[in-house]
């Protein structure tokens, strides 16, 4: 089972939008509907952002949104933060014998 | 409020054993799925498998079938991981995650080094 396809890395001025892209595989982002997303900060545990595609778990900021369109999901970040520099994980379940399944990881960059 | 708290920092040879703790609190330990993920210094999340505190059951991504345990003692809300044959490439920070189709909250991280 191949990790899912995250671009490296995406930068944004504060207060502007990004998006970073998840592509996986008909067995995975494109046949569930359980696209989980994580922000990790240096040195931290990954703090769940977003769930089953584009839910959002209480505390986390409005400013974060998911979606999904086909076998690739994605996370928004509007106005931009200072805060939100991190590195941001999608994982999926899959039907492979692993079950789940990590994206490559993105480099979020505030300039 | 839910906690996933793990044992310490271990150091370990080549060819040895280790096993990390994840002591649950705040929710019904037998509710909820535990899932262990890994990440190497600079990389990124690998999932290793997950365990049903309830049942026992138990399944592990296939890179890590033969060579990992995962467990549990209900008694004191604890989940285990156990990884055997260490080698160098198995340093990293191993997590312990509440799971239901999402790791919802995680353990702080138990950092194990394989070094001779």
């Known amino acids: 089972q191949s990790a899912l396809t995250q671009p490296a890395s995406v930068s944004g001025s504060p207060g502007q939008s990004i998006t970073i892209s998840c592509t996986g595989t008909s067995s995975d982002v494109g046949g569930y509907n359980y696209v989980s997303w994580y922000q990790q900060h240096p040195g931290k545990a990954p703090k769940l952002m977003i769930y089953?595609?584009?839910n959002r778990p209480s505390g986390v900021s409005n400013r974060f949104s998911g979606s999904k369109s086909g076998n690739t999901a994605s996370l928004t970040i509007s106005g931009l933060q200072a805060e939100d520099e991190a590195d941001y994980y999608c994982s999926s379940y899959t039907s492979s014998s692993t079950l789940e399944v990590f994206g490559t990881g993105t480099k979020v960059t505030v300039l | 409020q839910v906690q996933l708290v793990q044992s310490g920092a271990e150091v370990k040879k080549p060819g040895a054993s280790v096993k990390v703790s994840c002591k649950a609190s705040?929710?019904?330990?037998?509710?909820?799925?535990i899932n262990w993920v890994r990440q190497a210094t600079g990389q990124g999340l690998e999932w290793m498998g997950w365990m049903n505190p309830n049942s026992g059951n138990t399944g592990y991504a296939q890179k890590f079938q033969g060579r990992v345990t995962m467990t549990r003692n209900t008694s004191i809300s604890t989940a285990y991981m156990e990884l055997s044959s260490l080698r160098s490439e198995d340093t990293a920070v191993y997590y312990c995650?509440?799971?239901?189709?999402?790791?919802?909250?995680w353990g702080q991280g138990t950092l194990v080094t394989v070094s001779s």
């Open positions: 089953d595609v584009s």
């Open positions: 705040g929710y019904t330990f037998t509710s909820y799925d």
């Open positions: 995650a509440r799971w239901n189709y999402k790791a919802d909250y």
